[in-house]
């Protein structure tokens, strides 16, 4: 079997590819994702330059997330519903394509959450930005601004560790979306 990432696994996959910078040619690529659709919308790499982090969405129930992270599982019924991409994930790679952490931000199979955007604080935090439509989300954490969606469609923005754990979240809109 070849190694975690070198074979497409799902209808579309996201993809990886470093590109050596003197002469243009591949270094290593990988494909990232489960059995059905996954979509990378931004990657950042680390103030130190030793891990890759990239936001997206996703349609696949497995092959996502590592334990121990926000969110492990997801319902299976999310590879079945008629909405082409519906949970979204954060994960993070070592520089040699290896993934080391991944999770969902949400569970809902009846609403859309797309991270848009994922960049590093200072303190070495890992900034989450996207909108969500899923009043049942747990993107807001406790002493938030604004724990509860207001609006059809919230801005969101999550704090994670680079290990993958929460550390807070807000929403924000009003109630016209």
Request: aromatic share 8%.
């Amino acid at each position: 079997m070849p190694p975690q990432g070198q074979t497409k696994s799902g209808s579309t996959d996201a993809f990886l590819l470093k590109i050596d910078k003197t002469n243009g040619q591949r270094v290593w690529g990988r494909y990232f994702g489960g059995s059905n659709a996954d979509y990378m919308h931004d990657i950042h790499i680390d103030r130190a330059g030793q891990t890759i982090y990239t936001v997206g969405q996703t349609k696949s129930a497995s092959g996502i997330s590592t334990p121990g992270t926000f969110i492990e599982t997801v319902p299976a019924a999310l590879e079945t519903s008629a909405i082409t991409v519906r949970s979204t994930f954060f994960a993070s790679f070592d520089l040699s394509g290896t993934q080391k952490m991944g999770t969902y931000l949400t569970t809902s199979i009846a609403a859309m959450t797309i991270a848009i955007s994922v960049t590093q604080d200072n303190a070495g935090n890992l900034n989450i930005m996207g909108q969500s439509n899923d009043a049942g989300a747990a993107l807001a954490t406790n002493c938030t601004y604004k724990p509860s969606p207001m609006g059809s469609t919230d801005v969101f923005v999550n704090q994670f560790t680079p290990p993958g754990t929460t550390r807070l979240g807000d929403l924000s809109g009003n109630d016209r979306g």
